[in-house]
């Protein structure tokens, strides 16, 4: 008698908060916008002491827009010489970083974004000492990147996102001391959006 009392009362419970969302406005689920993409990227790569060396790699990322101003990315990049400073090796830069994303313009079909990246770097390569002897090795750093981009829409989940950065690596220089380097790096990505933008 009481696990029938316990069941009866529990179909009213049911039936009762039935009629009570049936009666009211039914509110969505809010979530942030979530955004993947890979791109190709090319970079000028100041190292000390040596000058400019071209790096294109790849650049993998992921962000998520809290509301129509602010956001949060994750990026990844790898960029490669085959033959540094004509020496025969290679030279990369592996980058890992996030931070804010700003968006000062948003339209349905475009928008325009400024981002503030703070990790870290792994440079491996060449430098030449004062006498001309081949230094060899590597630095993982602290590194951070400031940069601009714009997206553009070409369907609801696709979009083309061009990016430039300032991004400020560490290498050794020619007395073998660990220095900051400049870099300039642009890239082009095709992103995939999960989620619905309004």
């Known amino acids: ?47 000390p002491s040596q000058g400019n060396m071209p790096m294109p790699g790849v650049l993998v990322s992921g962000s998520a827009d809290l509301n129509a101003h602010f956001g949060a990315k994750l990026e990844l990049g790898y960029s490669r010489s085959f033959d540094a400073f004509q020496t025969g090796r290679r030279a990369d830069i592996l980058t890992y970083m996030v931070g804010p994303v700003f968006y000062p313009v948003r339209r349905p079909k475009f928008s325009i974004h400024a981002q503030v990246l703070l990790g870290g770097a792994r440079e491996t390569g060449v430098n030449f000492e004062s006498d001309g002897t081949l230094v060899r090795g590597f630095v993982n750093h602290f590194a951070w990147a400031g940069g601009a981009g714009f997206q553009y829409r070409i369907s609801p989940v696709l979009s083309l996102r061009p990016e430039v950065e300032y991004l400020r690596t560490s290498y050794f220089n020619s007395n073998v001391a660990i220095q900051g380097q400049p870099n300039l790096r642009t890239s082009l990505s095709l992103m995939y959006t999960f989620g619905r933008r309004e």
């Open 1 to 47: 008698m009481k696990t029938m009392f316990q069941l009866w009362l529990l179909l009213v419970t049911l039936g009762l908060a039935a009629q009570a969302r049936a009666q009211g406005p039914v509110i969505a689920g809010v979530a942030p916008v979530i955004e993947w993409g890979v791109g190709y990227t090319y970079m000028k790569s100041d190292v």
